[in-house]
């Protein structure tokens, strides 16, 4: 069935018993219609004018980028007003998007928005909900974004919440986030790729929340598509009716029209009560430099407006509401907010810090503290992976503390602490999610803010035990005891560790498992599925599983193999500090807690890249890998020589060797008091992956 992935499909390719009707319907029109008239057919079939009904406003993207996240847009309010309150709770839907990275959900999310006529269908509105640079840049989603629809359905009106979620492991607190505000998710796969890491897990966050879940499989008017084989890892592996999937092309818009009929009649609608007290929750914020911190939120029970006094139960603050209103896509402005409705407020005076909006946070009405009973908080995302950050021109450090700053507005995941070295000079440690936020947050800080910085490599926490059984976490590698010292006498060390679950065609199994064994990786499951494709579980040590090691697994799979992986806590390790010495001077920029059984082949990689960036002197430089006072690796770099014999002819060889004695004194003291000078290109080059 595998060998399914390189062919053309063709409705002969497919078993019509495993193909409910909505999919084989969807290809064999697809098939039927490949024509140069698609696109105005396509228009004329998904915008049709509805007698008797007042359209939809459109909302035309002459906007900004920068500004469809702030700004507000007052076209056609009190037309959308006067529809929303028209809808009863009853026919509210939230639901999201998820799925692996790169199935199609913003593109999808696109096609939907244009459907409800909330965005017209011009190419200034692809990846209408990817606001970042870097997200359109890359082709990925990075912050979770939402979006309210007005959808008809047999006459009536619908209220639809939209969130278009994150696909990659380390935005999976995004996610979560937003599953607390839907009552159902579209789990989208990729008819080429089938069930991928991501996918399971993000199925079962979902079946968790106890979310309706409708399968919806993408791109399949792809050649290499394979239908049949989705079709039946969705019910062998997650138990869907098959019967219920939704076969979709999003980029071309094939079959679309049937997602949002299915969502209304299967995705049930929130429970909530206008009468009662205002109990409202924080789902998401951001940082507004007008406005101050800007919410979204959930209402519950209750409604709220502009001029109501609202106090939060986790810091116990009090504000006066200065607008609500709803993402249409943009910020629309309106009167009130219901019970069951996903919007946006901000207060006046505003909130100035972002810490004290807590994601998960409860809202209410002054003095309604008694009655109302607070929601369960989220679980705040942990940093795995931790950075040193420093300028690459040190002039730049007040400028750089400056951007930084505001990017930690809008990301509440990283965490910040100013660090120094005597290398690189003052500079910043900052914690992130994994691999990919670094990477993303490097990006941001140069496209938006224009700011070049050196990266050190990344670390995980460690912890260590002292004899006393005290416990301390260490983030920087520098702090990290070394051999010598008393304290580590009887210290034990622990790493943290994550479950990695990597999927991958069964042809490639060997290799995988052969990289996961080489970092240090202890199977723990594998599960052949229909397909030829394989889910096999490791526990990884965290400090591996950053160090590329989903690179190394794509580049061992040609592509095909996906990852995801969690946190499972700390287990004990033989760990030990590996620094870089030159003329004996430790570089504390480059320092890494590692396994005892990593060391020596780090360390020879380590001294052999930093010989080619470091220049050369007037006297020999040596450059040393070292755990503790054990070199495990040596280069050295020759001085400049200068040939004092030139000027002698046929002179006594007492003469010539004289000379030579004098000249290596001098290198002698001159060894003695030079210091070798490291510019900053040597390490940006040598910390460069």
């Known amino acids: 069935m595998g060998s399914r992935l390189t062919q053309t499909l063709t409705s002969g390719h497919m078993r019509s018993c495993l193909l409910p009707n909505s999919v084989r319907t969807a290809y064999s029109s697809f098939r039927s219609s490949l024509n140069p008239t698609w696109p105005s057919l396509y228009l004329e079939r998904h915008f049709p004018r509805r007698a008797g009904l007042a359209a939809t406003p459109m909302l035309q993207s002459s906007i ?15 037309d959308l007003e006067r529809r929303i309150a028209a809808i009863p709770i009853s026919r509210f839907r939230n639901f999201c998007i998820v799925a692996h990275i ?12 244009e459907l409800t006529g909330t ?55 995004e996610v979560t986030r937003s599953y607390m505000s839907c009552g159902g998710a579209l789990l989208l796969v990729d008819a080429s790729q089938g069930v991928q890491a991501q996918t399971v897990a993000n199925f079962y966050l979902a079946f968790a929340e106890g ?16 239908v049949p ?11 869907l009716d098959p019967s219920k999937a939704i076969g979709v092309s999003a980029k071309t818009g094939l079959n679309v029209k049937e997602i949002l009929p299915a969502v209304v009649e299967n995705i049930p609608a929130p429970v909530g009560d206008e009468s009662k007290p205002l109990r409202m929750l924080l789902v998401d914020s951001w940082y507004d430099n007008f406005r101050g911190v800007i919410c979204l939120v959930r209402l519950f029970d209750g409604t709220v407006r502009a001029g109501d006094n609202l106090v939060s139960f986790a810091t116990g603050n009090k504000y006066i509401v200065g607008e609500v209103g709803i993402r249409y896509p943009t910020q629309v402005p309106q009167t009130v907010l219901r019970a069951g409705q996903v919007g946006y407020i901000f207060f006046n005076p505003g909130m100035k810090k972002i810490q004290d909006a807590k994601i998960g946070d409860t809202f209410t009405t002054v003095g309604s503290e008694d009655v109302v009973e607070p929601l369960p908080n989220f679980k705040e995302p942990q940093p795995m992976v931790f950075v040193a950050a420093f300028p690459t021109d040190p002039s730049d450090y007040s400028r750089l503390e400056d951007s930084i700053g505001q990017l930690v507005l809008n990301d509440r995941s990283i965490t910040l602490s100013k660090d120094h070295s005597q290398a690189l000079g003052a500079g910043f440690r900052l914690g992130f999610l994994g691999s990919l936020h670094c990477s993303v947050f490097q990006d941001r800080l140069r496209q938006e803010y224009g700011a070049s910085i050196i990266i050190t490599e990344p670390a995980v926490q460690t912890k260590v035990v002292w004899r006393d059984g005290t416990e301390t976490i260490i983030q920087n590698p520098s702090d990290f005891p070394d051999l010598e010292d008393g304290r580590a006498r009887g210290a034990t060390y622990y790493e943290p560790y994550s479950l990695a679950t990597i999927t991958v065609p069964e042809e490639y199994l060997g290799r995988a498992i052969e990289l996961c064994e080489a970092n240090r990786g202890e199977q723990e499951s594998i599960e052949f599925f229909h397909g030829m494709q394989v889910i ?14 989903f690179g190394k697994l794509k580049s061992a799979t040609k592509g095909y193999a996906t990852l995801d992986y969690e946190d499972i806590g700390f287990f004990e390790s033989k760990l030990v500090k590996l620094q870089l010495l030159v003329n004996k001077q430790p570089v504390d920029a480059i320092a890494r807690v590692v396994h005892t059984s990593q060391a020596e082949r780090l360390g020879r990689a380590w001294v052999t890249k ?22 495990l690796a040596r280069e050295t770099l020759k001085a400049f020589r200068k040939d004092v014999t030139a000027k002698l002819h046929a002179a006594d060889i007492t003469r010539r060797r004289k000379l030579l004695e004098k000249q290596k004194e001098g290198r002698k003291r001159l060894r003695a008091v030079g210091n070798v000078v490291i510019e900053n290109e040597a ?3 040598f910390l460069a992956k």
């Open 64 to 78: 900004p980028i920068a500004s469809r996240r702030y700004n507000s847009s007052k076209t056609g309010i009190s």
């Open 102 to 113: 790169d199935h199609g959900k913003s593109t999808l999310s696109d096609r939907l928005l």
């Open 119 to 173: 965005i017209s269908s011009s190419n200034a509105n692809r990846q209408i909900l990817d606001t970042l640079e870097v997200e359109r840049e890359r082709g990925i989603t990075v912050k979770a974004q939402t979006v309210s629809m007005i959808y008809n359905h047999n006459g009536l009106d619908y209220l639809l919440h939209l969130v278009d979620t994150p696909g990659h492991v380390d935005f999976r607190a």
């Open 211 to 226: 979310l309706k879940i409708l399968p919806v499989i993408n791109k399949i008017d792809m050649t290499a598509a394979d």
């Open 229 to 239: 084989r989705v079709l039946e890892q969705l019910e062998t592996t997650f138990e």
């Open 536 to 549: 096999v579980k490791y526990r990884v040590p965290t400090s591996n599983l950053v160090d590329d090691l």
């Open 610 to 631: 930093f010989k080619e960036y470091v220049q050369r002197q007037h006297f020999e430089v040596i450059i040393q890998a070292a755990v503790g006072k054990k070199v």
């Open 683 to 685: 390490f940006q080059k």
